[in-house]
């Protein structure tokens, strides 16, 4: 989920909410209180429930409600939520090491080493009869050697945002090769905008991309193969829109925020679903979905499916009553589920029958999204932490930038995540 606001970024600091002291994170909290009474007396347990600061608007408020609500259902558990903005993974993973680990917490892209490393407890007993009404991707994405590590809570897809009525003005289609798109966002560059926006340092998510549409993988059955010569390929022609001059750099709020395409600034964006719903407030019908084009033929399109996923601290106090929320929330309340999938921004609900009452994402570009998330969608794979992931990312900003050969760059690259894979796996 990502920022609706202007003021806020995906990762943006909610002012008041966060204070770093002595190293630790203080943030802002509610903790439930079955006997109303303001002490939590009444509970015997309390669980310290983290969450990322989602900047959709009553995105905060909802995740108190349900932690109120458990708490009704649940008198001898109350919750203290804690809304952490900043640099969530960095603050996370560090506070893991700490006495002050939160009980439960969600992660943005499931990670196998921490699985493996036993720092998050099996779910598989949470599931139940439930199971099956998840879709096999997301069983499969929490899967580590045949147990469930964590319960999907909802599915962001990001792709493509482009304006109709400028595109149509421009004589530019759509664009569905990346040869096309480089050529579009140079046409709809203008003296006061630039065509196309990945992030604010060019690249946002477009060195994965690139990867995937060539057909290729990240990582793969253990081995990196983002350095085969078609990936190198694909990854080196995003140089091409550096120099074209034709990307927006340095805006007030990255990707994941709405603001640079719903103002206008530029006709093509790449984002998420969760956006949707401010850009169409800003814009009505006049913007449509495409996914990252194929590179060329032999590759294929591709849209990033990621997401939030609830983990257990197994090496908390409170395992079973930790267990018991998220198997409450996640796997028993689809009303909720399904509240918090549509009501604070779009997301996909991973659960079958939520899903398929999800009104709000079954017409226009809403139903495209989802539509391109079941035909072309891609996910990182789950030991693509930030000691996989950082090589890839370092190596493309020099590409980008023509400081080396590619093929090198991403070779060399490669093998530091293949180290960093192989220490996952070990």
């Not at 002490?39 to 349900?66: C, I, M, P």
């Not at 439960?104 to 990670?111: N, P």
């Not at 035909?375 to 000691?387: C, I, Q």
Request: net charge positive.
């Amino acid at each position: 989920m990502s920022a609706r606001r202007a003021e806020l970024s995906r990762r943006g600091f909610l002012t008041g909410s966060l204070l770093v002291a002595a190293g630790s994170v203080v943030t802002t909290a509610c903790t439930t209180d079955p006997t109303g009474s303001g002490s939590g007396s009444g509970a015997k347990t309390t669980l310290n429930v983290w969450f990322h600061a989602y900047g959709e608007a009553g995105a905060q408020d909802a995740a108190l409600r349900y932690a109120k609500d458990f708490t009704k259902a649940n008198p001898d558990i109350a919750v203290k939520v804690s809304w952490v903005p900043g640099d969530y993974t960095a603050k996370l993973n560090a506070t893991l090491l700490t006495s002050g680990a939160p009980d439960v917490f969600e992660i943005g892209d499931f990670s196998e080493g921490m699985a493996r490393r036993g720092q998050t407890a099996a779910l598989d007993d949470i599931y139940g009869s439930a199971e099956e009404d998840f879709n096999k991707a997301a069983r499969a994405y929490v899967t580590v050697d045949g147990k469930k590590y964590g319960v999907k809570m909802v599915d962001d897809v990001m792709m493509l945002y482009y304006r109709k009525s400028v595109l149509a003005k421009a004589g530019v289609a759509p664009p569905a090769t990346f040869d096309a798109l480089r050529a579009a966002a140079k046409k709809l560059t203008t003296a006061k905008n630039k065509g196309l926006y990945l992030g604010n340092d060019g690249l946002g998510d477009a060195p994965l991309m690139a990867v995937w549409s060539t057909g290729g993988n990240l990582v793969a059955d253990g081995k990196v193969g983002y350095a085969a010569p078609a990936a190198v390929e694909a990854v080196a022609a995003l140089k091409q829109l550096h120099d074209d001059k034709s990307l927006l750099i340095g805006f007030t709020t990255d990707w994941w925020d709405p603001s640079a395409f719903a103002q206008g600034v530029v006709p093509i964006q790449w984002s998420g679903l969760w956006a949707m719903p401010a850009i169409k407030e800003a814009l009505g019908d006049d913007f449509g979905v495409i996914p990252w084009p194929a590179f060329k033929a032999g590759g294929t399109p591709a849209v990033r499916v990621g997401g939030w996923t609830s983990c257990v601290n197994a090496k908390g106090k409170h395992v079973a009553a930790a267990k018991r929320f998220v198997q409450w929330l996640w796997v028993e309340q689809t009303t909720l589920q399904k509240d918090f999938a549509e009501s604070y921004g779009f997301h996909v609900s991973p659960r079958t029958s939520v899903a398929a009452t999800a009104g709000k994402l079954s017409q226009g570009a809403a139903k495209d999204t989802v539509g391109l998330a079941a035909r072309y969608g891609r996910s990182n794979p789950s030991t693509w932490d930030t000691a996989t992931a950082t090589p890839l990312a370092a190596a493309a900003n020099k590409i980008v930038r023509g400081e080396g050969d590619p093929a090198r760059l991403l070779a060399d690259a490669a093998r530091q995540s293949q180290t960093a894979v192989d220490k996952q796996r070990s």
